[in-house]
């Protein structure tokens, strides 16, 4: 089998994503990134010049998405050294309804659900389809990308609950998938980003935010190349390498 | 005479807790549009083909699933009952230690795990709103399966009614209230 190291990043059309996969073949991976938004061309030029970089359709909420994504990395890599696990959807039009208890705005279901589906439930499908082809890497590591209002306990927030629910409920899949896989020898990455700048389709940063995704990837990097003295320990580390509580 | 609103009292766990309210004095109600006290959120719902561990086949409708019964109806019950809350406006919700992100050691029941750390972040969320408007919350892990529901229910009962204090506060303020926790039938706290 090939020496060459393999990655999966998803949500790579921008941002965290993107950066994390320019990244990764900077450091010499071989990159399927999973594009969702079709309005972004980052990618394409990124593959111009990085060849070792495929571009695969994928909305994570569709497990027809996941698995084709699972069917073409095992024909064309075979294996899969390193997940990283980090579409989400973060806001919506302010004018949406269930961002706030408060008995007037009502429930919006399907918003609620895609939520779920994207940031949070993504996960274990991602990992039980790609799970052949994890166990004939040799890294075997698997990044999530979560954030600090994931942790309850330092919740300040008193309303936008639909982003760090999802994002609870992902550190709990992800302490799921940790139960069934340590014990075969994957190591996890849970990972807090900071509050990034937005990138738009031109590749530019917006304004406010404060952490641009370039710095925030070198350090993702940085957790995801370098072994840890104690991998039993399941820790969200945050974009400066600070643990921070669940 | 003061009422609690239950989600649903299909459990021996929930049967029984309404029993203890009824004893006590209360009246039992699962209709929305009435004056409650107490909402209680008795839903542990996992949803067929939600039992799957990594590596045999989890399943995205299931999860859902067990991610709506959970999660988006009970909000949505009590979004509904939000303007008839009285009283101590007590919110309860159940969860297990299965849930807590520092403890679990499941490896089966993705949607209904993660549904239930969903709810400690957004109760946890929804407490910040709501405290200053005199809302109180309670989270609470029966022990279903290794408890005996008669007994959980005694120990819910006193968990959700007593008020917390601080211990040597001779005014009574609420402030302990502000601090939501997740507290089992035998009275341990367990973490997030």
Known sequence: MSTE????????DRGLGFAIAKRLLQEGFRVFAGKFNSSYTLLEDLQKEYPALSILELDVQNPEHIKAVAAE????????????????IMGVPSERPTDVIDGNRGFDAELMNQFFMTNSYAAPLLVDALLPLLRKGEMKRLFFTSSEISSVRLMRRTGSFRYGMTKTALNLGVRMIYNTLRPEGFTFRLYQPGWMKRQMPDGSLAKGAIVDPADSAKEAVRQILEDRMDEDRLVLTDYLGRELSF | MNKVFFTSLQSDFAKALAEIFKENGFEITEETGVNIEYFIDTTDYTAPGDDKAIGEGISAEAGLQSYIKNVCEPLDLLDRCFYYMVGKKRICFLSSKASSISLSEETRGFGHNMAKAALHNILTITKNGLIERGFTFRLFDPL????????AAKSAYVYFTRDRYFDNDADKTREDERNLLLRDAKGREIPW
């Open chain 2, 144 to 151: 279903t399966g290794e408890y005996p529901p008669e007994l």
């Open chain 1, 5 to 12: 190291r393999i990655a999966l990043v998803t949500g790579a």
């Open chain 1, 73 to 88: 990395l095992e024909r064309t890599a075979g294996k899969l050294d390193l997940l990283v696990s980090n579409a989400a």
